[in-house]
């Protein structure tokens, strides 16, 4: 697993950021974690701090979060993404699949330190 040094969590939920932040830094407490409540923030936020990692959640107000995922993996190409959604259907998953990104995984909400760590085992 490599020195994580940079997270940007996407989610429009204060307390899912709040627990990914904190699974995080357990594992990695001198990691930069950044923290975006819609897509449009973390555009502007990845254009400066460029991530590493990048944990996107699905369904949030705003920019489309498929769009928010194109522009941030142009933003910051080497960056790796994952999903974290309560909406896993299939018709998600196509959807992510036709973006072209390879995404680490797809995590089912509410965040566990479990779902946190297969995004970072997958690094």
Do not use: H, W
């Not at 489309?64 to 522009?71: I, K, L, M, V």
């Not at 993404?81 to 990104?101: D, E, H, Y």
């Amino acid at each position: 697993m490599p020195d994580l040094k940079s997270v940007l969590i996407v989610d429009d939920s204060a307390l899912s950021r709040r627990m990914i932040r904190g699974f995080i830094e357990k594992k990695y407490p001198e990691c930069l974690v950044y923290e975006a409540p819609t897509g449009d923030d973390a555009i502007k936020m990845a254009a400066v701090e460029a991530p590493q990692l990048i944990t996107l959640d699905v369904n949030m107000p705003g920019m489309d979060s498929f769009e928010a995922a194109s522009q941030l993996q142009k933003l910051c190409p080497s960056a790796r993404m994952a999903v974290i959604t309560a909406n896993i259907q299939q018709s998600v998953r196509k959807k992510l699949q036709s973006l072209g990104i390879l995404f680490l995984a797809i995590v089912e909400k509410p965040v566990t330190e479990g779902g946190i760590q297969r995004i970072l085992d997958a690094m």
